[in-house]
């Protein structure tokens, strides 16, 4: 089975970026999507097709996919980020989530 | 505006069964993919299946494969995932989305989430 893995957490300061990073065989070879959860809430996409931006979020958030690692990156991060986020790769017609990242912004 | 209403949670003894329902409504449902994920309490997103527009395509998780029978009805806008066999490990909420599985491979529209509680 295919895996992805991410960093349990990632902290950042208001205001600087913000990187995680999603890691697996080939990754850059597969469409990557990535998805922001907050407590008590549904996903909600924020990156699809490696690097676009679903209608409604916001241009601080960004990524990009090469040889094994998507990279989400969020710039001039805010309190409002503060979340769990999951990347998810589609490999021979089956769905990969990574084990999520939880962003603290402090 | 696209909505997607699940519906058909519970709790279940194991070995029981559950089928869950997803009301979808704001797009033409016939049109797209749709997919269950589902989330265990402090955990993060397990795919379970997906079905394609007409429902000719099908896939299963290994954990729910031979179990779990993912379905939809296009003129009734609505997917369901009927549930047999159930396992402790199955207690999740469980989510239905609109996917694209034939590009991409992305989820653009989740419901609320149905919670599915197996203890006896």
């Known amino acids: 089975s295919y895996d992805l893995t991410q960093p349990p957490s990632v902290s950042v300061s208001p205001g600087q970026t913000a990187s995680i990073t999603c890691s697996g065989d080939?990754?850059?070879?597969?469409?990557t999507c990535w998805y922001q959860q907050k407590p008590g809430h549904s996903p909600v996409l924020v990156i699809y097709q490696d690097n676009r931006r679903p209608s409604g979020i916001p241009e601080r958030f960004s990524g990009s996919n090469s040889e094994n690692t998507a990279t989400l990156t969020i710039s001039g991060t805010q309190a409002m980020d503060e979340a769990d986020y999951y990347c998810?790769?589609?490999?021979?017609?089956?769905?990969?989530f990574g084990g999520g990242s939880k962003l603290t912004v402090l | 505006q696209v909505q997607l209403v699940e519906s058909g949670g519970g709790l279940v003894k194991p070995g029981g069964s559950l089928r869950l329902s997803c009301a979808a409504s704001g797009f033409t449902f016939s049109d797209y993919y749709m997919t269950w994920i589902r989330q265990a309490p402090g955990k993060g997103l397990e795919w379970v299946s997906y079905?394609?527009?007409?429902?000719?395509?099908?896939y299963y998780a290994d954990s729910v494969k031979g179990r779990f029978t993912i379905s939809r009805d296009n003129a009734k806008n609505s997917l369901y995932l009927q549930m047999n066999s159930l396992r402790a490990e199955d207690t999740a909420v469980y989510y239905c989305a609109r996917f694209l599985g034939d590009s991409s491979g992305y989820s653009d529209y989740w419901g609320q989430g149905t919670l599915v509680t197996v203890s006896s």
């Open positions: 998810q790769a589609w490999d021979s017609g089956t769905v990969v």
């Open positions: 079905i394609s527009r007409s429902g000719s395509t099908i």
């Open positions: 080939k990754l850059g070879a597969k469409y």
